[in-house]
């Protein structure tokens, strides 16, 4: 699995910053991560495994926090249930795979999967 989004140095010893840098205005579409206002910036603290991330057309704060599988799947199973376009990572910044809008149960991910 590779990481799709780069990570950014956090000042502070409790959480890790990715940034998805900001596209080209009017590129891509309203199902990209990717804002084409502005940079977004997903603070990950140290305590958890997984983060949910919307796509940039939602707004707002636009990702949540995870500190077990079971819950980053209860989240799942709500956004897909709304047809919501969003993406899973790893807090270490890996994505999650999908194939067909399911998990893909990998080596790295084979918890997540297993509990959707």
């Given at each position: 699995?590779?990481?799709?989004?780069?990570?950014?140095?956090?000042?502070t010893?409790?959480?890790?910053?990715?940034?998805?840098?900001?596209?080209?205005?009017?590129?891509?579409?309203?199902?990209?991560l990717?804002?084409?206002?502005?940079?977004?910036?997903?603070?990950?603290?140290?305590?958890?495994?997984?983060?949910?991330?919307?796509?940039?057309?939602?707004?707002?704060?636009g990702?949540?926090?995870?500190?077990?599988?079971?819950?980053?799947?209860?989240?799942?199973?709500?956004?897909?249930?709304?047809?919501?376009?969003?993406e899973?990572?790893?807090?270490d910044?890996?994505?999650?795979?999908?194939?067909?809008?399911d998990?893909?149960?990998?080596?790295s991910?084979?918890?997540?999967?297993?509990s959707?």
């Amino acid at each position: 699995m590779k990481s799709l989004i780069p990570r950014k140095p956090n000042q502070t010893k409790t959480m890790t910053t990715i940034t998805i840098p900001q596209k080209q205005p009017n590129s891509g579409s309203i199902h990209d991560l990717a804002s084409d206002m502005r940079d977004r910036e997903i603070h990950i603290p140290d305590s958890a495994s997984h983060v949910v991330i919307l796509s940039s057309y939602y707004g707002g704060k636009g990702y949540t926090t995870h500190t077990s599988t079971e819950s980053a799947a209860k989240k799942v199973r709500g956004l897909k249930k709304d047809n919501t376009s969003f993406e899973v990572f790893e807090a270490d910044g890996t994505h999650i795979e999908w194939d067909g809008g399911d998990f893909v149960a990998g080596d790295s991910n084979r918890d997540l999967a297993a509990s959707l």
